[in-house]
């Protein structure tokens, strides 16, 4: 599987992007959907593999998750490292402890060089980054999280890797809505 920044549209992809398929999920390391959401798409992953090529984008909803934005900043700092989608999981798997020294923790188990994550962090080097998602996404329609676009295309359906699955074979799935 592909784990890179796609250089053309500033994404992180998982997966193949000359897959058929493309799935970008806005999303905030603090909101609980999107923790849901993340289980729901490991298990997408597993079922699709490189038949899907999956993007994230940081819309941290900072009104009501007061950590979303270092959250994706690290993210961001990992990222920088090389290691932006393993950090992408823990923040999810860990999504009730995203306090500065927790993140700094999560970068020591992922082995990044731990100064330079900390200098990014306290300098918020990766502030306009996220903040350029965010400004995508309002741009996009996008108005909370998670958000889903399946091939350019808002998805409404349930945030679940059945009802993405139905969407991706052209099924009309059954759900409720994505909140947002």
């Given at each position: 599987m592909?784990?890179?920044?796609?250089q053309?549209?500033?994404?992180w992809?998982?997966?193949d992007?000359?897959s058929?398929?493309?799935?970008?999920?806005?999303g905030?390391?603090e909101?609980?959907?999107c923790?849901?959401?993340y289980?729901e798409?490991?298990?997408?992953?597993?079922s699709?593999?490189d038949r899907?090529?999956?993007m994230?984008r940081?819309?941290p909803?900072?009104?009501?998750?007061?950590?979303?934005?270092?959250?994706?900043?690290?993210?961001?700092a990992?990222?920088?490292?090389g290691?932006?989608w393993?950090?992408?999981d823990?923040?999810?798997?860990?999504?009730?402890d995203?306090e500065?020294?927790?993140l700094?923790?999560?970068?020591?188990?992922?082995q990044?060089?731990v100064?330079?994550f900390?200098s990014?962090?306290e300098?918020?080097?990766?502030?306009?980054?996220?903040?350029?998602?965010?400004?995508?996404?309002?741009?996009?329609?996008v108005?909370?999280?998670p958000?889903?676009?399946?091939?350019g295309?808002?998805?409404?359906?349930s945030?679940?890797a059945?009802?993405?699955?139905?969407?991706m074979?052209?099924?009309?799935a059954?759900?409720?809505?994505?909140?947002?």
């Amino acid at each position: 599987m592909s784990l890179r920044r796609h250089q053309d549209m500033q994404d992180w992809v998982k997966g193949d992007l000359e897959s058929s398929t493309r799935l970008i999920e806005y999303g905030d390391f603090e909101c609980p959907h999107c923790g849901e959401a993340y289980r729901e798409l490991k298990r997408l992953e597993q079922s699709s593999g490189d038949r899907i090529a999956m993007m994230f984008r940081h819309f941290p909803l900072t009104t009501v998750h007061p950590h979303a934005q270092l959250a994706a900043e690290a993210a961001e700092a990992a990222g920088a490292q090389g290691r932006f989608w393993e950090m992408h999981d823990l923040l999810f798997e860990n999504q009730s402890d995203l306090e500065p020294a927790a993140l700094l923790g999560y970068a020591e188990q992922l082995q990044l060089d731990v100064d330079r994550f900390s200098s990014e962090l306290e300098g918020h080097t990766h502030r306009p980054r996220v903040r350029r998602d965010f400004m995508e996404g309002i741009r996009s329609g996008v108005n909370g999280t998670p958000t889903f676009f399946l091939n350019g295309d808002r998805y409404m359906g349930s945030p679940t890797a059945d009802g993405l699955l139905a969407a991706m074979r052209g099924e009309s799935a059954e759900g409720p809505g994505v909140p947002g």
